[in-house]
């Protein structure tokens, strides 16, 4: 049985940075297309950032998803982090092909004071 189990989440000051972490249980890290979404209350959930399966790293503006096969667990560094990032952030897989994002964590909490 395949299981996301996100951590890392909390308060952090804007400008500041966090790194959220996703374990990956029941199956390897490698060879899965993955994503970190968010949701902020009372707006729906977004994408953050996806990674395609055959990458190790992936960076766009202030976020950065990276695997470590080591730990079978996908990060999400977050730099500059701004008051609407506040959201719960969630970490989502799929098989290669799929078009919906099948397995998907519990979520946690990022929360950004001004």
């Known amino acids: 049985q395949v299981q996301l189990v996100e951590s890392g989440g909390g308060l952090v000051q804007a400008g500041g940075s966090l790194t959220l972490s996703c374990a990956v249980f029941?199956?390897?890290?490698?060879?899965?297309?993955m994503a970190w979404f968010r949701q902020a209350p009372k707006k729906d959930r977004e994408i953050v950032l996806d990674?395609?399966?055959n990458a190790g790293t992936t960076t766009k503006g202030r976020f950065t998803i990276s695997r470590d096969y080591a730990k079978n667990t996908l990060t999400l560094q977050m730099n500059s982090l701004k008051p609407e990032d506040t959201a719960v952030y969630y970490c989502?897989?799929?098989?290669?092909?799929?078009?919906?994002?099948?397995?998907w964590g519990q979520g946690t909490q990022v929360t950004v004071s001004s």
């Open positions: 029941g199956r390897t890290l490698s060879g899965w297309p």
């Open positions: 989502a897989a799929k098989t290669i092909g799929a078009t919906e994002y099948e397995y």
């Open positions: 990674i395609i399966w």
